[in-house]
């Protein structure tokens, strides 16, 4: 079973039932084979960085190649794995990740998905490796273990998602990062829904370079092309022109804009000695089960200001 097959929701699907999981130890045993293709992935990608020339390439610089694989038992916290690794001709091959007398890789699990999450750049994940296990290793390597994970990180943006969800929340988180030499400010826009059977999911991060209404009509268009037919309440801040986003694409969906941001609009004129007051006056209004309760809350506080 690939990484790739194993991270895809379907594929998840179809190993649940067939396997029909009875105990915490089945599933394990899930996760161990998973580890074990991670591992095997990455100690071919490493044998590839160094010989540098793809199986069955007659045109190499090398007199080095490629020799088959040996069985080594490695101890991870799933239990003891027998894993395969790739040889060479020459016996030249020192592996980095996993060293040739190393067993024991407990905790290693956490630091292979560091490797593509940690970082922006590779010189990053050297850093990374570097300060993990005293070793450096090449940006080529690096590069050529990340590019083994891209198609997973692919598969599963890009994976189909359901026709229609109860209630999704739409926002984004800014962060500053290196670029060129130079930090820039970009947004990470999330999406989260959950459907008719109350499953909570994250439906998939876009990265822009600002938060706007217009980056934000691109991603529902991605929701609509995945399969999302319809929303039946979505749940945002009060950007300008996000409400008319979502009506573009979908008109019959409620939209409930955040609390806290409507209540910051309702007191941008309320002087600094009365906000507190007069804010916890409101939230009674924002809070309110219905309508009527609401209008109530407002003549009150219509009342007392």
Same mark, same amino acid.
């Given at each position: 079973?690939?990484?790739?097959?194993?991270w895809s929701?379907?594929a998840?699907?179809?190993?649940?039932?067939? #396997?029909q999981? %009875?105990?915490?130890?089945?599933?394990q045993?899930?996760?161990k084979d998973m580890?074990?293709?991670?591992?095997?992935?990455?100690?071919k990608s490493e044998?590839d960085t160094q010989?540098?020339?793809?199986?069955?390439? /007659?045109?190499k610089?090398t007199?080095n190649?490629r020799? @088959?694989?040996?069985?080594?038992?490695i101890h991870t916290?799933? @239990?003891?794995l027998q894993? %395969?690794?790739?040889?060479?001709?020459?016996?030249?091959?020192e592996?980095?990740?996993?060293?040739?007398?190393q067993?024991?890789?407990t905790g290693?699990?956490d %630091?292979?998905?560091a490797?593509?999450?940690k @970082?922006v750049?590779?010189w990053?994940?050297?850093? =990374?490796?570097q300060g993990?296990?005293g070793i450096?290793?090449?940006p080529t390597?690096?590069?050529?273990v990340?590019?083994?994970?891209?198609?997973?990180i692919?598969?599963w /943006?890009?994976?189909p998602?359901?026709p229609?969800?109860?209630?999704?929340f739409?926002?984004?988180i #800014?962060?500053?990062?290196k670029?060129d030499?130079?930090?820039?400010?970009?947004?990470?826009?999330?999406v *989260?829904g959950?459907d008719l059977? @109350?499953n909570?999911?994250?439906?998939? *991060?876009w990265?822009?370079?600002n938060?706007s209404?217009k980056f934000?009509?691109?991603?529902l268009?991605?929701?609509?092309?995945r399969?999302?037919?319809d929303?039946?309440?979505v +749940?945002?801040d009060?950007l300008t022109?996000?409400s008319?986003?979502i009506s573009a +694409?979908y008109?019959k969906?409620?939209?409930q804009k +955040? *609390?806290? =941001?409507q209540?910051r609009n309702?007191v941008r004129?309320?002087?600094?000695?009365?906000l507190?007051?007069?804010t916890?006056?409101l939230?009674? *209004?924002y809070?309110a089960?219905?309508?009527?309760?609401?209008?109530?809350?407002?003549? %009150?506080?219509?009342?007392t200001?």
């Open positions: 079973m690939t990484t790739e097959k194993f929701k379907q998840i699907q179809d190993l649940v039932k067939e #396997h999981f %009875q105990s915490v130890e089945q599933i045993s899930t996760l580890f074990k293709d991670v591992l095997e992935a990455t100690l044998l010989l540098n020339y793809a199986p069955y390439d /007659h045109n610089e007199k190649s020799n @088959g694989y040996g069985k080594k038992t916290e799933y @239990g003891d894993i %395969q690794v790739p040889r060479d001709w020459l016996g030249e091959f592996p980095v990740v996993i060293k040739k007398n067993t024991n890789v290693i699990e %630091q292979i998905t490797l593509y999450a @970082g750049s590779t990053d994940i050297q850093d =990374h490796l993990l296990y450096e290793v090449s390597l690096i590069s050529n990340t590019n083994k994970i891209m198609p997973v692919k598969e /943006h890009n994976r998602l359901q229609t969800y109860a209630v999704v739409l926002d984004a #800014h962060f500053k990062v670029q030499g130079a930090i820039v400010n970009k947004a990470a826009y999330m *989260i959950i059977d @109350g909570k999911d994250v439906l998939g *991060i990265i822009g370079e938060e209404a934000w009509m691109s991603v268009n991605d929701l609509k092309t399969g999302v037919q929303i039946l309440l +749940c945002v009060n022109g996000f008319q986003a +694409c008109p969906t409620d939209i +955040c *609390i806290v =941001h209540i309702s004129y309320v002087s600094y000695k009365d507190k007051r007069v916890a006056d939230k009674p *209004i809070k089960a219905t309508e009527e309760a609401a209008l109530r809350e407002l003549d %009150q506080f219509e009342a200001w």
